[in-house]
């Protein structure tokens, strides 16, 4: 069993050794809301990777939207990274809007494959959860940031709440 940061007997145990042992994470301060179809950053939900590395990601995601806006995401990631996320969320054709018997998708998926979620709750304040997935080997540094857009242009906002996380942790 690999792990990870590999410790040799009778090495200097420093802050940067024990820190790179624990996981980051990034807690969302503030909703935000979109009004569009049109894929963008999340302004909190990203975190920088380093080159020749294997982390563990996973997306906790607080959303809301209307049934007919929906919530879709992907992510993005250095071109070399390489892996699968799992997925799991309210079903594209969900319905029950007290969210106790929800239909769900579960599937599994490329990076930047767009993931559709039905705004189940119906409403921007009623929440329903997304959970996502992967291990992440990468060649290259770089980011994972979560991006996101309404299903379908709506006027009425979708929204990835406060509270909604991302956390990973370096495997090797």
Do not use: C
Not at 1 to 14: D, E, H
Not at 155 to 172: D, H
């Amino acid at each position: 069993m690999a792990t990870y940061p590999n410790i040799a007997a009778g090495q200097r145990v420093t802050a940067s050794l024990l820190t790179s042992m624990l996981p980051q994470h990034v807690v969302k301060q503030a909703n935000t809301d979109k009004v569009n179809a049109t894929f963008g950053a999340d302004p909190e939900l990203t975190l920088p990777l380093v080159a020749n590395a294997v982390y563990q990601v996973e997306f906790l995601l607080i959303a809301g939207g209307i049934a007919t806006a929906d919530v879709q995401t992907r992510w993005a990631l250095p071109a070399t990274a390489s892996g699968q996320k799992v997925v799991n969320g309210p079903g594209s054709t969900a319905l029950d809007t007290n969210a106790d018997n929800v239909a769900t998708r579960q599937g599994v998926h490329t990076f930047g494959t767009a993931i559709l979620y039905n705004g189940v709750r119906n409403a921007t304040a009623s929440y329903f959860r997304i959970y996502e997935y992967a291990v992440v080997t990468l060649v290259d540094a770089g980011s994972i940031t979560l991006e996101w857009a309404q299903g379908t242009t709506q006027t009425t906002a979708s929204r990835i709440a406060a509270g909604s996380m991302l956390r990973v942790r370096r495997l090797g």
